[in-house]
């Protein structure tokens, strides 16, 4: 026997075999535990670079959120003022409406009042213009004797003129 058996014997019948057996096994799973080891750890980094990534993201979404609602509360506001804004432009616009109703209401009025003024006139006019009528004839006549007279008497000065020249 070698001594490579030989001490193989005498470990095996010491008992050492067995153990050596089993440290090797021991040994064998722990370098498979170390590698899983490795591995989940190598893992669990990865997991921790996700993981500060998500929570970036998160952050960011939160502020995206955060930054939506008040876009929309801010949008609500305007809408809100610039409604404001038309319902006193309404009020107004129909205040002035009503004000210029009532002033073409009086000047319609005003403008029938005057239109009856006119008709009054209109009447009294024609009725004067009937009533002058005998008169203008009349005048119309005086005027004729008027006019006829005249040229008589140049006709009788201009006969005394005659007379003083001979």
Known sequence: MTPVERRKLIEEVVG???????KQKALVKLGEVEL?????????????VQMEKLAKEVERIRLYRDLSQRKRDLEVKLFSKELLKVL?????????LMGLEEELRQL???AQKLQEEA???ENELSSL?????PFKEKTGRLSER?????????????????????
């Not at 213009?129 to 009528?133: D, K, M, N, Y």
């Not at 008027?146 to 040229?151: A, S, V, Y």
Request: hydrophobic share 25%.
């Open 16 to 22: 050492i075999g067995e153990c050596e057996e089993r």
């Open 36 to 48: 899983k080891h490795r591995e989940l750890k190598l893992l669990i980094d990865e997991m921790e």
């Open 88 to 96: 006193e432009e309404k009020t107004s616009t129909e205040q002035r």
């Open 108 to 110: 319609k009025a005003q």
């Open 119 to 121: 008709s009054a006139i």
């Open 129 to 133: 213009r009937t009533a002058i009528l």
């Open 146 to 166: 008027l006019d006829l007279i005249q040229r008589e008497t140049e006709d009788k000065y201009k006969e005394i003129e005659k007379c003083r020249r001979r």
